[in-house]
């Protein structure tokens, strides 16, 4: 019977970081940007909808060093390690960015009653991670 593993080299793990580097603040933007939308929208203030698309594409901007600092200080040691372990399916990349953003947040606000911008930040990291996954492996049956 054939078994199905997943292979990466340096060069997609390396593009993935710069994917996932890319990624993670546009889906941190637009998940707060969904947020923003009660209070620039819904509440009636002028203009609000015109503000969306700026106010997603600046808090990217900001929050892109900062996570690119992450993915290359805890991210990237974190999946060297479970992949040297045998743990490279797409389920342990969405779990991995998930908890590593889960600390992050923890470590950063000491709690974790953000409501909306929590889940936010969590899914992200999960969604960054696997579309990291995607760019770095490829899969290899062995047999």
């Known amino acids: 019977m ?6 990466t080299s340096l060069r997609r793990a390396l593009q993935a970081l710069a994917v996932g580097a890319l990624v993670g603040p546009m889906l941190v933007g637009l998940g707060f940007a969904t947020v923003a939308f009660d209070e620039f929208v819904l509440s009636g203030h002028p203009g609000g909808l015109y503000r969306l698309p700026s106010f997603a594409f600046g808090f990217a901007m900001i929050s892109a060093p900062f996570y690119a600092l ?3 200080l805890i991210g990237m040691p974190m999946w060297l390690m479970l992949h040297a372990m045998g743990f490279r399916h797409w389920s342990t990349a969405f779990i991995l960015g998930y908890a590593s953003n889960f600390s992050v947040l923890f470590v950063r606000f000491d709690e974790l009653s953000l409501g909306a911008a929590a889940w936010i930040a ?15 492996y490829r899969r290899l049956v062995v047999g």
């Open 2 to 7: 054939d078994s199905v593993t997943f292979q």
């Open 70 to 72: 992450g993915l290359a």
């Open 122 to 136: 969590l899914l992200s990291g999960g969604f960054t991670f696997l579309t990291m996954w995607h760019v770095a």
